[in-house]
């Protein structure tokens, strides 16, 4: 499971308030995942969820990228190089569905995600509002 920790953070409250989100939604796509005994519909609930995740990840990088253009912010190419690399690894990932009924996907799918989150809330997401703090 990916775990909420209040160093992720930031002060921007849309954001903070998407992030919350996206966690709570990545742990219900993760458990359900996990639980779905093996089954011909489980290949076809796996891609389901993994697209859910995908759409609203897609949709939350939309609106920081959003943000950074509006503020002018200097890191954005770096940024939205990131969020680009993730959403290619969840796209990735769909095309590995058929393999083994889905063998590792879930877990390798949670190792990755709590990775990527952790390190990009503290790191590019964190500097959004170091930029903006010192911009007023
Ligand atoms: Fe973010
Ligand atoms: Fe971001």
């Not at 943000?67 to 969020?83: C, I, L, R, T």
């Amino acid at each position: 499971m990916l775990e909420w920790k209040d160093e992720y953070r930031i002060g921007i409250e849309a954001i903070d308030h998407e992030h919350r989100e996206l966690i709570d939604l990545i742990n219900r796509a993760l458990t359900a995942m996990a639980t779905d005994a093996p089954s011909p519909q489980r290949e076809e609930a796996v891609r389901e969820h993994l697209g859910e995740i995908h759409a609203q990840t897609s949709a939350h990088f939309a609106l920081e990228e959003q943000e950074m253009v509006q503020s002018n912010y200097p890191g954005f190419a770096d940024h939205k190089a990131d969020h680009e690399a993730l959403l290619d690894t969840l796209l990735d990932m769909m095309d590995e569905v058929p393999e083994e009924e889905c063998g590792t996907l879930p877990q390798r799918l949670e190792e990755r995600l709590a990775l990527w989150f952790s390190n990009h809330f503290k790191t590019f997401d964190a500097e959004i509002h170091r930029f903006r703090t010192e911009a007023n």
